[in-house]
């Protein structure tokens, strides 16, 4: 059973596409995380969810606009592609703030060209 | 400002001995800190959390302590495999916000 599934696993685009990314968790988590993964392999939060409520909203370009339709599901939509971007984009879920243990989907590489 | 380091160098080490990663952390005080393993093309998986009452944490052949005092939390793998070969990410959970921070990681390649 996938815990933490995100679609699609690789992305390839021009600059300046729309583009979104889907994530789904049959865990039961109340709070679901995006994060960013660039060539260093930092890993950097990007936004979080609970219970359908924004909580964490990093400093990240207003292109990036999650969207949380219920507590399971958790979509990244990205709007006028910049090379920048290109990165590892991570969803995760857990249970109850703050997050003691978070699960991992595996990952969505956007390459934008 | 807040820093996460951990030695951005792999540790090669030969089957059989003792792995220890080292993560230090500056301007925080953590309630908890929590390790990862990555595989190159997955998501990290988690494997321990210690919080700042707990001077130690295992979890069969892993062993985790944290230093508040020292700021610094250690990562041990007793017994080590080559398929302990991945990346280990240290974590942070700040205290403030409730964000997860992470380290840049540490990548252990353990030799057969």
């Known amino acids: 059973d996938t815990a933490v599934s995100q679609t699609p696993k690789y992305l390839v685009t021009q600059m300046g596409n729309d583009k979104s990314i889907k994530c789904e968790q049959n865990l039961g988590h109340d709070t679901m995380y995006w994060y960013k993964q660039d060539s260093k392999k930092f890993l950097k939060i990007m936004f979080s969810y609970n219970n359908k409520e924004l909580i964490i909203n990093e400093t990240v370009p207003n292109r990036f606009s999650p969207k949380s339709p219920d507590k399971a599901h958790l979509n990244l939509h990205i709007n006028s592609l910049e090379l920048g971007d290109s990165a590892v984009y991570f969803c995760?879920?857990?249970?109850?703030?703050?997050?003691?243990?978070?699960?991992f989907g595996p990952g969505t590489r956007l390459t934008v060209t | 400002s807040q820093k996460i380091e951990q030695n951005s160098e792999a540790l090669n080490i030969q089957e059989g001995k003792t792995a220890t990663l080292t993560c230090n952390y500056t301007n925080y005080s953590p309630a908890y800190l929590q390790w990862y393993r990555q595989d190159p093309g997955r998501g990290p998986v988690f494997l321990l959390l210690?919080?700042?009452?707990?001077k130690e944490k295992r979890k069969e052949r892993l062993k985790v302590t944290f230093d508040t005092t020292l700021k610094q939390s250690l990562f041990h793998i007793t017994a080590s495999q080559p398929a302990d070969s991945a990346t280990y990410l240290c974590a942070l959970i700040s205290s403030n916000t409730g964000k997860l921070i992470f380290g840049q990681g540490t990548t252990l390649q353990v030799k057969p």
């Open positions: 210690i919080r700042e009452n707990e």
């Open positions: 995760a879920s857990s249970q109850g703030r703050p997050a003691y243990e978070q699960y």
